[in-house]
């Protein structure tokens, strides 16, 4: 019998698939603190079982190179006029960040989130103490990095428009497939 990974609770949110009423995520400019323009959302990375989103999905955008990130959700903000996303990042410790590879990030095992998350950390955060990232036990309802901000706290989303991040990888590769969980 498998054993379920924490790593496997992770899904996928389109930022369309969120209730735009209060903010559009769905392509949302992306800032860093210098006022650089970083890319823009793709979505988000929510914890199923905890209904926690853990991940901003950057998308770093370019004319013929895109890298996709995991931006920590507790480094970002919606900005006062709601028509960006700002985040405590620079554009140099962003370009450090591992890459989000869909299909690397789905078959994680726990080990393997953990590194990320520790690879991501040291980006984004050099001064702060391993060994608060590097423990056995996880640390998103207790880690800053984590802390859901204010903006997500309404953020309405079907349960079913979360998809495994397998299902996702599957419709880009055959988009007449028919999506699960979809209206």
Known sequence: MDTLTYAARMRYLDADDVDDAV???????????????????DGFIVDADARRVNYVVVDSGGWFTSRRLLLPVGHATIAGDRRS?????SRDALGRFPEYDEE????FT???????ERNTVVACCPDE???EVSVTTWG??????????????NAGYA??????????????ANPAAPARGRR
Not at 161 to 172: N, T
């Open 23 to 41: 903010v559009d995520y769905d392509g949302l400019d992306v800032y860093g603190r210098d006022g650089q323009k970083l890319g823009n959302v």
């Open 85 to 89: 996303l700002q985040v405590d990042v």
């Open 104 to 107: 690397r990030f789905s078959e």
């Open 110 to 116: 726990d080990d393997e989130l953990r590194a990320f």
């Open 129 to 131: 103490p391993l060994e």
């Open 140 to 153: 998103y309802e207790s880690r800053r990095h984590y802390a859901q901000p204010d903006w997500w706290r």
């Open 159 to 172: 349960p079913e428009r979360l998809r495994g991040l397998r299902d996702r990888m599957a419709r880009s």
